[in-house]
């Protein structure tokens, strides 16, 4: 049985897809069959991937439209056991064209009820909003990971989160659970960040941070400027390591949920 994660933060450039493309390549090499969904207009898990939008047949627009089926649209990555669910900016039309249908927020989990089973584990790759494709995303998955900057207003955008992530499990989802915070972008040095980062870590119970901290590190963008993975492009780089060790620690507590639902 396919586990859905949701990597959503409303908070823009905070590395959302930055570790969504770096953990599903990395359980891939880790032989789990992934699926990533990019659920965001901008596109940037497709380009991430080294996918071409132009040459794309169907993307997430017209699956989630119920113009076609998932199968239709996704395609395999180069890289192994990972497959994806292609998106280009057609998918803003999806934003406004839903609010006229009834089932509007459940859209998605219509979507990926479908292909679920035929992966170990299924990445959405969320936009940085709180509107109706977020909600969408809400709805479908089962764990949501949150990337966070250690920036002074950090907590408050979590806060609002949570108060959404709140609402999504008692009215539509009640199986959704957080499965943790994960610190990117981290530069050591920087004393103000590591205070937000410890002040974080009390504030939560201590297994919903991450202990993998990503690394500020300039391999990792220089990556996805030629669209591929950080474990492909330098495995060896700090950011190659420290995904490599976020996706074990990821796919660990998918073992624990696993063992919890019997
Ligand atoms: N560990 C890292 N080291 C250096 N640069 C990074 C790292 N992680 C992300 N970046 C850079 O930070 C920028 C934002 O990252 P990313 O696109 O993953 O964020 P996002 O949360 O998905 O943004 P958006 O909200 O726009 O979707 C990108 O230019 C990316 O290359
Ligand atoms: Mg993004």
């Not at 930055?18 to 965001?40: P, Q, R």
């Not at 934003?95 to 959405?124: C, F, S, T, W």
């Not at 780089?237 to 019997?262: F, Q």
């Amino acid at each position: 049985m396919g586990i859905v994660i949701g990597v959503v933060n409303q908070k823009g450039g905070v590395g959302k897809t930055t570790t969504a493309v770096n953990v599903a390549a990395g359980l891939g090499a880790m032989g789990k069959k992934v699926l990533i969904v990019d659920f965001d207009p901008q596109g940037n898990a497709t380009t991430g991937f080294g996918i071409k939008k132009k040459y794309l047949e169907a993307t997430t627009y017209e699956v989630i439209m119920g113009e076609k089926r998932p199968q239709e649209a996704i395609i395999p990555t180069r890289y192994k056991n990972v497959k994806i669910l292609p998106a280009t900016s057609q998918l803003c039309e999806a934003e406004l064209q839903l609010a006229d249908v009834e089932q509007r927020n459940h859209q998605l989990r219509k979507v990926i009820l479908q292909v679920k089973d035929d992966y170990d584990i299924v990445i959405i790759d969320c936009l940085p909003s709180l509107g109706i494709l977020a909600i969408n995303a809400l709805i479908a998955v089962d764990r949501i990971i949150v990337p966070m900057v250690c920036e002074p207003f950090a907590l408050e955008g979590l806060a609002q989160l949570m108060q959404t992530v709140k609402k999504v499990k008692r009215t539509s989802n009640k199986d959704l659970k957080f499965m943790g915070i994960v610190f990117t972008m981290v530069d050591k040095r920087l004393l103000a960040s590591n205070e937000i980062m410890r002040d974080i870590r009390k504030s939560f119970e201590s297994d919903l941070v991450f202990q993998t901290v990503i690394p500020r590190n300039v391999r990792v963008t220089e990556a996805q400027s030629v669209g591929e993975p950080i474990i492909y492009y330098d495995k060896n780089s700090k950011g190659g390591d420290a995904y490599e060790r976020l996706a074990k620690e990821i796919w660990a507590k998918c073992r624990e949920m696993e063992k919890k639902n019997g």
